[in-house]
């Protein structure tokens, strides 16, 4: 790789994959371009690649592997250099058990039931429900129950728990957060629709991402990057779910001027934590 100023130090950054995908699922491909605009030049490694260790700093993007790994992932996640989202936000978040420590600090959230593989499931008798793993991403709107029952036995299946949730009323809105900061938003149906909720939903997701910082002593700015999942309207908002390991962050739902905007903020984010972790970007090394 040309550097722009090879003088100068470069910190090597690499967006984490998996072996399955170890560039992505295609939804970040302009981070590295928005990224080297900043003059901060990343590539994309597998998270288990011996080589992603021995790096200045990574991004955990596409680590869609990481729930059947949990322990050796977790193990790692404090191995390495420097990490982002940080080891102690991940380590919280990777368990939707979270949701109670958000409760506590007053953010409205949906309540749910966990059941563990082999333990009877049960459900509302009426109205939809949420049901998703309790580790790793993957809450779906279920309107039937004989859909939901069908989607935990999968999840049963395969070893997983699962969190059943009340389905609530109103939409499913995703706030992005890049930063600490709100970035954009999305109406989720059967896909994400481009949106621009009302302030009162992206309250949900600050008060959310606030408490989170708070719970592992953290600045809200460290946080690089927060996904926010919020059922029902500015009347009566309540936070599904907090996505701070690897989340989606649906850049290729964007118009462009959108997206490339959030992804100059994305950059720059990674540009502050560069500075924050004494990394530069352009710092001499032995420097002070």
Known sequence: MKLARPDLFHPRIVLAGSRQQPSGDGDDAGLVAALRRRGLHARWLPWDDPEAGSVDLLILRATHDYAGRLDEFLAWTTDVPNLLNAPAVVAWNVGRRYLADLADRGVPTLPGQVFAPGEPLRLPRVGPVFVGPTVGTGARRCNARSAAAAYAAELHEGGRSV??????????????????????????????????????????????????????????????????????????????????????????????????????????????????LGLGPFRQPGSH
């Open 163 to 276: 969190l059943v949730q009340p389905g609530g009323s109103g939409e499913e809105t995703v706030l992005i957060f890049i930063g600490g900061a709100p970035s954009h938003a999305f109406i989720k149906r059967d896909t994400l629709i481009q949106a621009e909720p009302d302030f009162e939903i992206w309250d949900i997701g600050a008060a959310a991402l606030a408490a989170a910082a708070a719970e592992v002593s953290i600045d809200v700015g460290e946080v690089l990057y927060a996904r926010a999942h919020v059922v029902g309207d500015r009347r009566e908002p309540r936070l599904l779910e907090l996505q701070l390991v690897e989340p989606s962050l649906g850049w290729q739902r964007l118009d462009a001027a959108t997206r490339d905007h959030a992804q100059h903020e994305f950059a720059l984010g990674v540009e502050s934590a560069c500075e924050r």
